[in-house]
């Protein structure tokens, strides 16, 4: 066998014996909108450290019906379960004709402490009404969502939205004179009381930080926020839940009905916390159909 062929022999013989990865592209996450053209109000000092941001989701053509939902995923206010709690409900909500903002505040072990979330949510909600037009959203149809401490963020929302907190940073440009009033609450398994014994912990501690008293806990409490200008306001939650304790959502439903706010409550007897959709449980994989149900009656889908 001539030389030449032998050697190709050869090759092909150690290229077939020798298994080749291919690695596939990941896909590409959805598009993020900075909060803020530059850095964020306190993060001069510090102008590498993380963002905040919205992920945005934005539902097929003709499906989209111009609602538009702020999501604020759970994590004690230390973290952002930005999968159950952010991602999964953000394709639930474009499935629904919805358009879809996953919120990345900041959070107390980056150092960042009230009123840094405060500001955050606000900024997120009056930035996607600032771009209604832009993402084809009814300006009125501007809803808030949130999972455990994200919920007791999106309970601020709801009931803070007319406190102009400010920290060091840039000027306040066209979208600060925007309405942070969100049009709808939906609290999920929601952090309320920062005081004993129904408070979570952690939650008081990374969002008060140093600044830690009764008085800033007391006034951080929703429930006791709840005024007539709250908006209606839906609310999940297990009997179950050892980490938040129902008297949370109890209490702020309480509050609504004293301030005349229409709201709904739903308390699933079964279920730990921090189960999202919880799209697997026999027993409340069904709420988000409440939820559904809801939002029709508030004509949330409906201009």
């Known amino acids: ?82 999968g159950h709690e952010g991602a999964d409900v953000a394709a639930w909500a474009t499935k629904l004709g919805t358009t879809a903002f996953v919120l990345h505040y900041r959070l107390g072990r980056q150092g960042h402490h009230y009123p840094t979330q405060l500001i955050d949510v606000q900024r997120a909600i009056r930035l996607v009404r600032s771009k209604a037009a832009e993402f084809a959203i009814d300006p009125h149809r501007i809803a808030i969502m949130g999972f455990s401490a994200g919920g007791h963020l999106a309970s601020m929302a709801a009931t803070l939205f007319n406190e102009q907190a400010t920290l060091p940073g840039p000027e306040p440009d066209a979208v600060d004179a925007v309405s942070g009033r969100p049009d709808l609450a939906i609290l999920c398994y929601p952090v309320i009381s920062m005081h004993a014994p129904h408070a979570h912990r952690g939650s008081r501690k990374n969002l008060l930080g140093p600044a830690d008293n009764d008085a800033l806990a007391e006034q951080l409490s929703t429930d006791r926020r709840v005024t007539a200008e709250t908006p209606p306001t839906f609310i999940f939650q297990t009997n179950e839940d050892a980490g938040v304790p129902a008297e949370n959502a109890v209490g702020f439903y309480l509050a609504c009905r004293k301030a005349g706010v229409p709201a709904e409550l739903h308390v699933y007897q079964p279920g730990r916390h921090g189960l999202g959709l919880a799209p697997t449980h026999p027993h409340l994989a069904s709420w988000p159909d409440r939820l559904q149900d809801w939002l029709e009656l508030q004509q949330f889908f409906k201009p």
Do not use: H
């Open 1 to 82: 066998m001539p030389r030449r062929t032998l050697l190709i022999l050869l090759l092909l013989s150690f290229l077939t014996a020798v298994p080749v990865n291919v690695t596939a592209a990941e896909p590409a996450g959805p598009p993020q909108l900075p909060l803020w053209s530059g850095p964020a109000p306190k993060a001069a000092a510090a102008p590498d450290e993380p963002q905040p941001f919205l992920d945005l989701y934005v539902p097929e053509k003709d499906r989209a019906n111009g609602s538009a939902l702020v999501i604020c995923p759970g994590g004690g206010y230390g973290g952002l379960a930005v």
